[in-house]
């Protein structure tokens, strides 16, 4: 499974963006799938996931201001970020997964694009 994420780029604090990530290749059965993000010099942070009944997870530094959503038949996860913060700057990764652990913010997803910057500029 190849993943293909867009969407990146510089924004003003209180700005929105929205994240696209596509799968490809070999995605037969259900997939689960979200974002992760990294500052350089940091941990890998879990950010959203979203499975295959649309049941979605988030991380507290994002709820209420990130929203995930994935088309099924196209699989395709989208990442609407409103209300962006400096704090929010980082490369972010699109995963999927057919395992049920996605809501897990610890498992290792299978998975991974190649990641597209976000700047947050305050």
């Known amino acids: 499974v190849q993943l293909q994420a867009s969407g990146g780029g510089l924004v003003q604090a209180g700005g929105s963006l929205r994240l696209s990530c596509a799968a490809s290749?070999?995605?037969?059965?259900?997939?689960?799938m979200g974002w992760f993000r990294q500052v350089p010099g940091k941990d890998r942070e879990f950010v959203a996931a979203?499975?295959?009944?649309?049941?979605?997870y988030y991380a507290d530094s994002v709820k209420g201001r990130f929203t995930i959503a994935m088309n099924s038949a196209k699989l395709t996860v989208y990442l609407q970020m409103n209300s962006l913060k400096a704090e929010d700057t980082a490369v972010y990764y699109c995963?999927?997964?057919?395992?049920?652990?996605?809501?897990?913010?610890?498992?290792?997803?299978?998975?991974w694009g190649q990641g597209t910057l976000v700047t947050v500029s305050s």
């Open positions: 995963v999927a997964d057919q395992s049920s652990y996605y809501s897990d913010p610890t498992y290792e997803w299978n998975y």
């Open positions: 290749g070999r995605t037969i059965g259900s997939y689960a």
């Open positions: 979203i499975g295959w009944r649309d049941d979605t």
